[in-house]
Structures are given as structure tokens and as C-alpha cells.
């Protein structure tokens, strides 16, 4: 069975950064794609990091690009979020997520949260002004 655990959030300044990852278990690092999302109360999940390991694409929204690097490590089973330049507004709870769909990033990006298969429980990311 999948497993996704997510760690590394917490309190940052303005301006700062900070470094998710996301444990997983349960699945081989070959045909999968990944993306982190993030959810503030009211309002909807977005996603923020896409990656497809089935045309080796990624994808990032206008709202975090340049800031935010999305990277594996197949070796360690882990997903990372590397984020910089944090502002407020990308204060949130982050959910890294796991799909065997088949998908390149051109498709993953218009989905929906509920077309993904696999969650992780999140990890709340606070950036102070």
C-alpha cells in the first residue's frame, strides 16, 4: 500500500525558506507522477509542484514559480519541496500526492484534487510577516 508522510514545515519569516519532504513507501520510483498541494481554510486545494516521471515534466503555477523547486531522491524514497522567498500568503497546509494514472504534467495541472490517488496527512507551513 502507499505511503505518504510529510515533514519539515513549521514557522518561517517572511523571505525565508524551508525544505518539505515527503517519506513514502509502498510503490517503485519508475512509472508515477507527484505534486504538492496546499489548502488554507475556505478555500479550495491548489497545486503548487507537479512532476511526471512518464515524460519527465514539471509544472508550477504562476503563483509560486521561481520560488518554489519541486525534486525526488529515488534513492531515499523521498519527495522534496524546496521553497524560497516565502511570503504570507503561501502560509497553508502541504500535502504531497502520488498518481499512477499515466499523465504528463500538461494533463496532471488541469485536474482537480479528487483525480489524484494518494495523500499524504499534511504538514503546516506558517510564514510570518
Known amino acids: 500500500e502507499v505511503q505518504l508522510v510529510e515533514s519539515g514545515g513549521g514557522l518561517v519569516q517572511a523571505g525565508g525558506s524551508l525544505t518539505l519532504s515527503c517519506a513514502t513507501s509502498?510503490?517503485?520510483?519508475?512509472?508515477?507522477?507527484t505534486a504538492w498541494f496546499r489548502q488554507v481554510p475556505g478555500k479550495e486545494r491548489e497545486g503548487v509542484a507537479y512532476?511526471?516521471?512518464?515524460?519527465?515534466?514539471?509544472y508550477y503555477p504562476d503563483s509560486v514559480k521561481g520560488r518554489f523547486t519541486i525534486s525526488i531522491d529515488a534513492a531515499k524514497e523521498t519527495i522534496y519541496l524546496q521553497m524560497n522567498s516565502l511570503k504570507p500568503e503561501d502560509t497553508a497546509i502541504y500535502y504531497c500526492?502520488?498518481?499512477?494514472?499515466?499523465?504528463?504534467?500538461?494533463?496532471?495541472?488541469?485536474?482537480?484534487?479528487?483525480?489524484?490517488?494518494?495523500w499524504g496527512q499534511g504538514t503546516q507551513v506558517t510564514v510570518s510577516s
Open positions: 500526492v502520488i498518481d499512477f494514472s499515466g499523465y504528463g504534467t500538461d494533463v496532471y495541472r488541469t485536474l482537480g484534487p479528487d483525480d489524484f490517488g494518494h
Open positions: 509502498g510503490f517503485t520510483f519508475d512509472d508515477y507522477a
Open positions: 512532476f511526471s516521471n512518464y515524460d519527465r515534466s514539471t
